[in-house]
């Protein structure tokens, strides 16, 4: 089967499709190899949500389950060799990708444990077991964006290690991951890495941003501020994309380019639409440019693949528009710091409690395999 139309549309405008999920059925199935096949698919991220879902759902992980219970294996040691053969195995899938785009694609996320969120040294201590693991060139290791995982985004980096930086909802952020990843090139260049081999991506969520501010434009609930509702999230997205442009355009950013590094990709996530009053490729459309990931859920990648009309590159020509929409926001009473805050707030709250919901499912599955 030829690939899909609009998928390859959107592949064309410099958009990499990644998928946001992943399951052992997946990949055993051959599923993820015609979503690469039939819908651009050229890379997945995963999460702690994800992969309770995944254990939660059929038989699949039935075999591994009973042999880690044999063995006699801790819960989080069972959880650690699922998620990480999961991981490995994607990679393996993703391999001709990865080597096709010179390792700019067929790329897999892990994420650290969640609770280390607030850790640097423990998140640079799982980084490092995660990388080592996987064992696959094409693994990333997903590290929040929290002030204590700045310096553990560097140290990753310096040694090597591709890095997927999540939960991004601010643009003061965004410059600090990027700047966290430039200091770690610098030291991986200092200690004889090929900075060729290191890619990064630096995931700024889109939809939760909307979600969290349409709430306090409807409490504000007056005509201005209800016209608002549902454009931050794009113009926080787009203008993200300018503060790229410029960080990787400076002197410092062009010495590592010419010394082989690779800038890193602003990436899409939460691009399934919230609200359903929207159309449902909203965050596709309107966040489409060159030198992106979009990483969709499988209802928004066929929704994009059903009935997507992209119009070219969307952003590269919005900055003005979309620093308006913050002009007009804070206008009407909109506290755009406290928003982003208790986003990322939330965000590692939310993980947690996919954690422990993962732990627990585990638990279950060992205990019955028993």
């Known amino acids: 089967m030829a690939p899909n139309t609009n998928t390859a549309a959107l592949s064309a405008l410099g958009v990499s499709i990644w998928l946001d999920d992943l399951s052992r059925e997946r990949i055993a199935s051959g599923g ?219 002197d410092r950013a062009k010495a590592l380019l010419a010394a082989g590094a690779h800038t890193q990709r602003p990436l899409w996530a939460s691009t399934g639409v919230k609200d359903p009053a929207l159309p449902d490729t909203l965050y596709v459309t309107e966040l489409a440019v060159a030198d992106v990931v979009n990483t969709m859920p499988e209802k928004t990648l066929e929704a994009v693949a059903d009935h997507v009309q992209l119009h070219g590159d969307a952003v590269t020509g919005s900055y003005a528009t979309a620093q308006q929409v913050f002009d007009d926001l804070k206008a009407v009473g909109i506290d755009y710091d406290d928003v982003t805050a208790l986003l990322e707030k939330e965000g590692i709250e939310k993980f947690d409690v996919s954690w422990t919901e993962l732990l627990d499912t585990v638990t279950a599955a060992l205990e019955a395999a028993k």
């Open 32 to 250: 993820l190899t015609e979503l690469i096949a039939d819908r651009n698919v050229v890379g997945v991220t995963t999460n702690p949500t994800i992969f309770a879902t995944a254990l939660a759902k059929g038989n699949a992980y039935d075999a591994k389950v009973a042999e880690l219970a044999k063995a006699g294996t801790s819960v989080t040691d069972a959880v650690f060799a699922i998620t990480t053969g999961d991981v490995r195995d994607a990679c393996d899938v993703f391999r001709p990708v990865y080597d096709a785009t010179d390792g700019q694609d067929g790329r897999v996320s892990i994420e650290v444990e969640p609770g280390l969120a607030r850790d640097t040294d423990g998140t640079i201590a799982e980084a490092k077991q995660l990388w080592s693991a996987v064992d696959r060139p094409n693994v990333m290791v997903k590290i929040p964006a929290t002030v204590e995982g700045l310096g553990a985004i560097t140290a990753a980096t310096a040694a090597g290690i591709s890095v997927n930086v999540t939960l991004i909802f601010s643009l003061e952020r965004h410059r600090q991951v990027i700047e966290a990843y430039l200091d770690g090139l610098e030291q991986a260049k200092e200690a004889g890495i090929d900075l060729s081999t290191i890619r990064s991506v630096a995931s700024f969520f889109v939809s939760r941003v909307d979600t969290e501010t349409d709430k306090r434009l409807d409490a504000i609930g007056t005509d201005e501020a209800k016209a608002l509702r549902s454009k931050l999230g794009i113009a926080n997205a787009q203008l993200a994309y300018k503060l790229y442009e410029e960080e990787f355009a400076t």
